[in-house]
């Protein structure tokens, strides 16, 4: 059974950084694709990047070229078992959010920005980021 966790949220100042990250295990296959969501209240769910087994990553709608430069997703492949993190530098307050990881086989090579094609799903980590 797949488990996805994240961790790594927190009070932090604007302008800041915070890295979070997410820990998934029971994959059968190795390839999956890791992605990054994140709600605001009140705001639907919003994909943020994703990344393949080989690295390939794919950037959502908010990653315009100055928020693209923001947001920075990685992973670390192990057997049966992903770690994906996503760093987020020069926090603004519009940042607070509920942020989700994601897995699937094949989300990155699908419209990946809708939660509808991802399979598993965190309970999400919370950040606040103050001004």
């Known amino acids: 059974q797949v488990q996805v966790v994240e961790s790594g949220g927190g009070l932090v100042q604007a302008g800041g950084t915070v890295k979070l990250s997410c820990r998934v295990t029971?994959?059968?296959?190795?390839?999956?694709?890791m992605g990054w969501f994140r709600q605001a209240p009140g705001k639907e769910r919003e994909g943020l990047q994703c990344?393949?087994?080989?690295?390939?990553?794919?950037?959502?709608?908010?990653?315009g070229n100055s928020e693209k430069a923001r947001f920075t997703i990685s992973r670390e492949n192990f057997e049966g078992m992903v770690m994906v993190y996503l760093e987020i530098n020069s926090l603004k307050t519009d940042d607070t959010a509920v942020y989700y990881c994601?897995?699937?086989?094949?989300?990155?090579?699908?419209?990946?920005?809708?939660?509808?094609?991802?399979?598993?799903w965190g309970q999400g980590t919370q950040v606040t980021v103050s001004s």
């Open positions: 994601a897995a699937d086989r094949f989300a990155c090579l699908t419209e990946f920005r809708s939660a509808d094609v991802w399979t598993h």
């Open positions: 029971g994959l059968t296959f190795g390839d999956y694709h």
């Open positions: 990344i393949t087994w080989s690295h390939t990553k794919y950037y959502g709608k908010a990653n």
